[in-house]
Structures are given as structure tokens and as C-alpha cells.
């Protein structure tokens, strides 16, 4: 049978999927989509899609096919040997997994524990900060008070009159 367009409504019925099964199909299977001069969506259904030797309307178990990364049907086990080794990968791929987690849960740690420290240090470079301004007003202030004392007896000591009354 020939590609078909049409709508997700007319797919969903066709294809025995709810609307948001046949959207996830769709995108899923990449497609093809346009706009109809109704407005309304449709999708270009792959010949075979819906007849005999394709999916049945209604059975979902026919509905439920893969996306290209495994076969349709997996060729049976010849020995158990081959059963062994699959365990033993499966296995692998769990230590694996594992320690990865491990690794990452060390490495959120330490980036706590460095976020941790980098705050800890803003906050006490905030309080060096305070400090060597109130250190700078201090400063700021006894220099006025010295100059002003200073100016004081430069006054007192220097008299155009070379004598002074006594009175």
C-alpha cells in the first residue's frame, strides 16, 4: 500500500494508538508533516502501516515496534554459554555504572564542600573589607584631629609681634 496522508485523528483510528501515541510515533519515526487547507495537522503514514502484514487496527501488540536500534524480533539463545556471557557483561555494565555513580557522587562532594569554602572565604574577605574601611575613617579622623592641633600652636607661635603683651 501507498504513503497516506492523514490526519492524527485518522491515524489514531487507523492505528488503534491514542492521539498522543501516534504524536509520539511521529516524531519518534520521523514523519513526514504538513498543514491541510482545513488547518488541520496530518502526518504521510508509511505504506504498510495499518494493513495486513503491518499493524492490525486495534492490537496493540503489533503496535509497539522499535525505533531502529534493536530488531523487531531478537534471534533466540543457541547455548547457554552465550547466556553466561550476557550476564557477565550485564553484570560488568552494572560495576560500571556504579562506580561512575561513585565518581560523581565524590565529585558533587567536593564541589559542595568547595562551593562551601569559597563562601565561607567571601564572607571573611566582606568582614577584611569592613574592617579596613573603619581602619581608613579612623586614620582619616586622627589625621584631621593632628593637622587641626597642629595648626593650632603654628598659630600660637607665630605672632607678627615679636614680643607679647603681658597684661
Known amino acids: 500500500m501507498a504513503d497516506q496522508w492523514k490526519t492524527y485523528t485518522e491515524a489514531a483510528e487507523i492505528?488503534?494508538?491514542?492521539?498522543?501515541?501516534?504524536?509520539?510515533?511521529?516524531?519518534?519515526?520521523?514523519?513526514?508533516?504538513?498543514?491541510?487547507?482545513?488547518?488541520?495537522?496530518?502526518?504521510?503514514?508509511?505504506?504498510?502501516?495499518?494493513?495486513p502484514g503491518g499493524d492490525v487496527p486495534g492490537d496493540r501488540a503489533n503496535t509497539k515496534k522499535t525505533t531502529g536500534r534493536l530488531p523487531a524480533k531478537l534471534p533466540p539463545v543457541q547455548n547457554s554459554g552465550e547466556i553466561d556471557a550476557l550476564r557477565e557483561r550485564i553484570e560488568d555494565l552494572k560495576a560500571d555504572l556504579d562506580r561512575r555513580r561513585g565518581d560523581l557522587d565524590r565529585e558533587r562532594a567536593e564541589r559542595l564542600q568547595a562551593q562551601a569554602q569559597a563562601e565561607r572565604l567571601s564572607s571573611e574577605l566582606a568582614e577584611a573589607l569592613r574592617e579596613v574601611g573603619r581602619v581608613a575613617q579612623e586614620s582619616a579622623a586622627r589625621e584631621r584631629d593632628l593637622r587641626d592641633k597642629l595648626e593650632a600652636q603654628a598659630r600660637a607661635s607665630s605672632s607678627w609681634w615679636p614680643f607679647r603683651r603681658v597684661s
Open 15 to 51: 492505528l488503534g494508538l491514542t492521539l498522543e501515541g501516534v504524536r509520539q510515533r511521529a516524531r519518534r519515526e520521523a514523519w513526514r508533516k504538513t498543514l491541510g487547507n482545513d488547518g488541520k495537522a496530518r502526518v504521510m503514514i508509511p505504506g504498510g502501516e495499518g494493513t
